[in-house]
């Protein structure tokens, strides 16, 4: 009898084998050394979030993510605040812009959301379904541009209404350099000196990801990661050699001299953004 109760004893409380799969490694790293070294940046964020978009806005680095939703990182503080209220739960975010109180996101979906307290309330419009990824938003003054899967387009009123400009190919990203509009295409790159209304190639063929303006030159970074670089946006040059320590003055600086990021992770490099609270790195979420 006692010895059949003590066994019913240890059945009741051995201890079951673990089976929670581990934890998602985390997606976000941030460097405050100018990529020496990179250290995970993911408090606040739910397992698996990935970077869709980065930008820096009045003392807050803003964050969209893939289905995850909209971030924001205070001025001083360590840990990501979401501001998700008036957005669909799975939204997955491509771009963002910002000027003054206002923050727009471009979705995967094509949809364009705007808020007016610092992300704590979304809006939408019927008329800005754009159709395609929204992939780059960029404010030109007062005129709201966007560069989708379909082109781009030119908004007049904050992203209420959307009118197309040019012709339906691939827009993966928009900057202004030295007083013109340039925007990176899966053909190259266009220039506009007429507030975007009309375009014109001042590169060509390759496909073009990213547009890094600095004071004295615009670099482009292409699919293939190469890199290019033009004092004008007409005439585009390529690096001869590549010295990674050499130059780290600006990220696009240390692009151009060969860094490659290296962080703790087994995942591909998805996107590098610099900030004044350092470098922040996005790396492919796994499946």
Known sequence: MYIFSFLLCLTAFAVAPDTTPPADPPNIYRSTDQGESWVPFAEGLPEGAGAGAMLEHNGMVLLGTDIHGFFVLPAGAQ???ARNQGLPKRIDINSIAAKGDLIVIGTYHGRVFTSRDQGLHWNSFVFNFMGGSVRALHFHGDILIAGTD???YRSFDYGTTWYQTGDLVQVNSITEFNGRLFAARRDGILASDDDGKSWAFVYSPWTI????????????LGIDGSIMRSKTGQVWEKPIIALPGMNRKNLPAALWGGFKPAPDSKMPVRSITETSVGWFLGVAAGC
């Open 150 to 152: 379909n082109g781009i």
């Open 79 to 81: 840990r990501w605040e």
């Open 209 to 220: 990801s990213k547009l890094l303006p600095t004071t004295e030159r615009l670099y482009a």
